[in-house]
């Protein structure tokens, strides 16, 4: 009898072993969700300012941040190609000076797979009466950016393109626009800003493309859950004024012994917000498991801000 009892007492224990096993197997793991949310309610915001007749020179404006942005009436035209007829118009303006605001408006400093070494990204758009007018072809635009501590010569035009969620640059006018034949872009430094002459409207960068003499790898990173594809992963870049975006986990190539930041952000199914920060010095075919600690929004924000 008491045989009996041990035997049941066995393959008692035994099922609850079983049980909880199966119920750890079956544990649901992270599903990471859309952060498109989380941008909107963060990224820079878009200013609009109105050009009023520059009777005493060129008609200026000063956005927010410190941009002059210098655009005449009769360099403008519509979508059917009619000069704007009178002042005042109004420009809408997006100032990136900070990698924080880059990344926050998802405009990474990268061409393709090449690294850009950036100041600042500008977007300049006017309207007349609400809608959207453009340079008429030949002529050109003059932005001063605001002043930084030290400027970096040989920079050229880059400018914005891409239809996707994510931007991406060029220093060719063509690639968006066929047959453009471009003579008037330039840049310079003067005072502590750069001076540009953007030759369209749209996203402006003075920027130019990075070279190291070192070997080129990807960062690889992995970590566990769903839908890891919505997990908001960047390199930022501490020697030089850069930030590039990581998708599906994996980086385009980046130089060997760079110093660099990773951080990479996310929302979990219950709406609790996880990141990752780290720096380190890029090796050959560098992995990196994530290990997401919980934070608020603000929390993020703040470690956007370190950057």
């Not at 041990?6 to 952060?35: G, H, P």
Request: glycine share 6%.
């Amino acid at each position: 009898m008491k045989k009996k009892n041990i035997y049941s007492l066995a393959a008692f224990f035994t099922v609850l072993i079983l049980c909880a096993a199966c119920k750890k197997d079956r544990v649901q793991q992270d599903n990471y969700e859309s952060m498109d949310s989380f941008y909107n309610d963060n990224q820079e915001e878009e200013q609009e300012l109105q050009v009023d007749s520059g009777a005493n020179g060129p008609a200026c404006v000063t956005a927010k941040k410190g941009t002059v942005i210098c655009i005449s009436r009769d360099a403008l035209q519509d979508a059917g190609g009619t000069e704007v007829p009178s002042y005042p118009f109004q420009v809408k303006v997006i100032e990136l000076y900070s990698i924080k605001d880059m990344i926050l408006r998802r405009e990474p400093s990268t061409s393709g797979a090449a690294i850009l070494e950036t100041s600042a990204e500008i977007k300049v758009c006017p309207f007349k009466d609400g809608n959207e007018v453009y340079l008429k072809p030949g002529r050109k635009y003059v932005m001063l950016t605001d002043t930084f501590p030290s400027n970096v010569s040989n920079m050229i035009s880059y400018y914005g393109i891409g239809t996707g969620i994510v931007g991406d640059w060029t220093n060719s006018i063509s690639t968006f626009i066929p047959g453009f034949v471009d003579t008037l872009s330039s840049v310079y430094t003067n005072s502590g800003c750069y001076v540009l002459s953007p030759a369209t409207t749209g996203y402006v960068s003075a920027a130019r493309e990075y070279s190291s003499g070192s070997s080129y790898t990807p960062v690889t990173v992995s970590v566990a859950g769903n839908n890891t594809q919505n997990i908001e992963i960047y390199i930022s870049f501490n020697n030089f004024k850069s930030v590039m975006k990581v998708t599906n986990l994996v980086s385009a190539p980046v130089p060997v012994g760079e110093n660099v930041t990773l951080i990479a952000f996310g929302k979990r199914q219950n709406n609790e917000y996880v990141y990752h920060l780290q720096t380190f010095t890029v090796t050959n075919n560098q992995q990196i498991p994530l290990n997401m600690q919980v934070i608020g929004q603000s929390g993020i924000i703040a470690a956007l801000e370190t950057l």
